[in-house]
């Protein structure tokens, strides 16, 4: 059964803070994806990655980076977290096809205070 | 460059009534599209895929989605809902050579006794 983990299902931080959320892929998959979640405004991209170490920008990069040392591992790092940045944070996976379904992990609500 | 409209934020609906969900993407030489779901609480999970061939596509749990590209739809329906089939639906398109994909905003779909 292929499985996308993220490290916190909840997670509150303080204006400021430095955020790492974790995403954990046990599929082999070489694509990785950060999405945001937010109401009335679905889901839009952040980052991808398509390899180990190589990724790209998304539809919204901006206040976050990324980090892929590992094939199985994905963070999103928020270096300096603001309000703004209050969301639904989603993983998902899927190997390197066009038509390839998207694994999602069961997303991080992060609220920063 | 691609977009998804999902016209419908929220659809209610009796249980046991046809329920049709909207989708209508930008026109493009070749259009991969989907349907997810995202029942409460988790991920995202597919629904179903139209890749070519046939303009009918079925998927899980008894729904399916017509391809219509004179009107460029696709269109996602489901002949009887169940209570379990309240989650939020979207709609994604894969633009040309990507592995991306870009989401519509999303309809929650509410099944009441």
């Known amino acids: 059964d292929v499985k996308v983990t993220q490290s916190s299902r909840y997670l509150v931080k303080r204006t400021g803070e430095k955020v790492f959320l974790e995403c954990v892929q046990d599929?082999?998959?070489?694509?990785m994806f950060w999405y945001r979640q937010d109401p009335g405004l679905g889901l839009r991209l952040i980052y991808f990655s398509y390899d180990v170490k190589m990724k790209e920008k998304g539809d919204i990069p901006e206040g976050y980076s990324v980090s892929r040392e590992k094939k199985e591992r994905f963070s999103l790092i928020l270096e300096s977290a603001s309000t703004n940045q209050t969301s639904m944070y989603l993983c998902?996976?899927?190997?390197?096809?066009?038509?390839?379904?998207?694994?999602f992990g069961p997303g991080t609500r992060l609220l920063v205070l | 460059a691609q977009s998804v409209t999902q016209l419908d934020s929220q659809v209610p609906v009796f249980e046991e009534a046809p329920v049709e969900l909207r989708c209508n993407y930008s026109s493009s030489v070749s259009v991969y599209l989907f349907w997810y779901v995202q029942y409460p609480n988790q991920g995202l999970q597919l629904l179903l895929k139209y890749l070519s061939g046939s303009t009918l596509v079925k998927g899980i749990n008894g729904f399916e989605a017509e391809f219509n590209k004179s009107q460029t739809s696709f269109h996602l329906r489901k002949p009887s809902v169940h209570i379990s089939d309240t989650a939020e639906y979207f709609c994604a398109v894969n633009p040309d050579n990507t592995d991306k994909l870009i989401f519509g905003t999303g309809t929650r779909l509410q099944v009441f006794p």
């Open positions: 599929m082999d998959h070489e694509n």
């Open positions: 998902a996976s899927s190997p390197p096809d066009l038509l390839a379904t998207q694994y």
